[in-house]
């Protein structure tokens, strides 16, 4: 397993509107969202497959625990509960670089 531990930066975001779209997510929230996500501070902690990741954008703070290959909660921009984040076809790309 690779270690992802450490500090993050997006470097590129592709369809994430279009995701929060087809997630039924309201248009000037996703215009909001779009905007905040543009920035996000990521910090990963990985112990084996156990993985914590705490998200900072302008307008929330997220934090996830999950262990590969098990189903975890999480809640979309507009706080609805999902297992599975996507839509339809839609596959939303987000490309991180290590700081």
């Known amino acids: 397993?690779?270690?992802?531990e450490g500090t993050w930066k997006?470097?590129?975001s592709e369809n994430f509107e279009e995701l929060l779209k087809a997630l039924g997510v309201n248009p000037m929230l996703r215009k909001v969202a779009?905007?905040?996500?543009?920035?996000?501070?990521?910090?990963?902690?990985?112990?084996?497959e156990h993985f914590y990741i705490k998200?900072?954008?302008?307008?929330?703070?997220?934090?996830i625990n999950f262990l590969i290959g098990e189903e975890f909660n999480e809640?979309?921009?507009d706080?609805?509960?999902?297992?599975?984040f996507g839509a339809n076809d839609v596959v939303c790309t987000r490309v991180y670089v290590r700081v």
């Open 10 to 12: 997006m470097k590129s």
């Open 1 to 4: 397993m690779p270690n992802f």
């Open 34 to 48: 779009v905007a905040a996500a543009s920035k996000p501070h990521v910090e990963i902690k990985q112990n084996g």
């Open 55 to 63: 998200t900072w954008t302008t307008i929330r703070t997220t934090e």
């Open 75 to 77: 809640e979309t921009v």
């Open 79 to 84: 706080g609805r509960k999902c297992k599975i």
